[in-house]
């Protein structure tokens, strides 16, 4: 509920038991629901499209000017 909630520690050990019971199962039940999400087994029959990582640019280095004498 801490890193979720943003409940500090005394806040979460503070509420009542069972408020304290409801908010862990609410908390494990919509973190099950994402990772299904995630894992492509949503309700909707659909997979999910993993984003595709962005090509990096190919760069040339650039010309240096000589250093010589003439």
């Known amino acids: 509920m801490k890193y979720f909630g943003g409940w500090s520690f005394f806040e979460a050990y503070n509420l ?6 409801w908010f862990a199962e ?27 990582m962005p090509s990096r640019p190919s760069m040339s280095r650039p010309s240096m000017p000589s250093m010589r004498k003439p």
């Open 16 to 21: 009542p038991v069972g408020l304290r019971k």
């Open 26 to 52: 609410r908390l494990a039940e919509q973190l099950k629901k994402e990772s299904d999400a995630m894992d492509g087994k949503g309700g909707k029959g659909r997979t999910p499209s993993k984003p595709s």
